[in-house]
């Protein structure tokens, strides 16, 4: 019901869960902000995630909730502040990869299914930095079109918005985004460990959250793989993304400062 409160009613809903993806929040509008976005969704997810504390406190969740790049700290600390594991709360930027598997398998002509893109940084505009030198389909496209195709992943995204005219943001490749999300964690915690991009805490860069490739295992998230090689442009793009992203995540943190989980 709109306007109760999660923790009231989830009870029955998330005792026993391993998985919780969160698709929550309102999506964004031609012309907001991703802060004025924030300012709305972070009490939504908090209410989520407040609840999932309670329930179902060793679950993975799976936050699409915009902007993840300051929701999942805000979150994270909330975990951490309620001495629950932050690595729990796990964003889920897998629909940057698949939409770079997707332009590249145009591209080059080849099937996307055999492509894999490892997009690192975080999950809006400029931050979306995606790895093509990493992938040997990637790898054969002259440098010249790499930018073009760069900027076309980053703004996927606004792109929908736009086409739709504000009647919804991006959903159904969200929604196999996230089943492609959902089915490697439940992988990882059966035994059979998957590699996936995630933005989550991390110590890969000089900041606190960052998108990268981790492994999940049993127990979620049990390895943050380092960067790799990267070639000079995408050196140079990683840079510029991380000072966005730390104002960004910085948001998250103050919020995280002035609320506490019940």
Do not use: W
Not at 72 to 82: C, D, F, G, N, S
Not at 127 to 145: G, L, M, R
Not at 235 to 259: H, P, S
């Amino acid at each position: 019901e709109v306007g109760k409160n999660p923790i009231d009613h989830l009870e029955e809903c998330l005792t026993g869960c391993h998985l919780v993806l969160v698709p929550a929040g309102v999506p964004r509008k031609p012309g907001m902000s991703r802060d004025d976005l924030f300012k709305t969704n972070a009490g939504i997810a908090k209410g989520i995630v407040e609840a999932c504390a309670k329930y179902c406190p060793t679950a993975v969740l799976g936050m699409i909730v915009n902007p993840v790049n300051s929701v999942v700290p805000a979150m994270a600390e909330l975990y951490k502040k309620k001495g629950l594991d932050p690595m729990k709360i796990v964003g889920i930027t897998t629909l940057d990869v698949v939409r770079a598997n997707k332009f590249v398998g145009e591209i080059t002509g080849k099937n996307p299914n055999f492509i894999n893109i490892p997009v690192f940084g975080g999950h809006a505009g400029s931050t979306i930095v995606p790895i093509f030198s990493q992938d040997k389909v990637a790898a054969t496209i002259e440098a010249d079109k790499i930018p073009d195709l760069d900027t076309h992943v980053q703004n996927a995204g606004t792109d929908v918005v736009d086409a739709k005219g504000g009647k919804g943001s991006a959903t159904l490749s969200m929604a196999y985004a996230g089943a492609r999300f959902g089915r490697s964690v439940l992988a990882g915690l059966s035994g059979r460990k998957r590699v996936e991009c995630v933005y989550c805490m991390s110590d890969v860069t000089d900041l606190p959250y960052f998108a990268q490739k981790v492994v999940f295992g049993e127990g979620g998230i049990t390895k943050v793989l380092p960067l790799g090689d990267l070639n000079e442009y995408e050196t140079k793009r990683l840079e510029e993304a991380k000072v966005q992203l730390k104002g960004e995540i910085e948001t998250g943190l103050k919020y995280a400062e002035g609320e506490t989980l019940a």
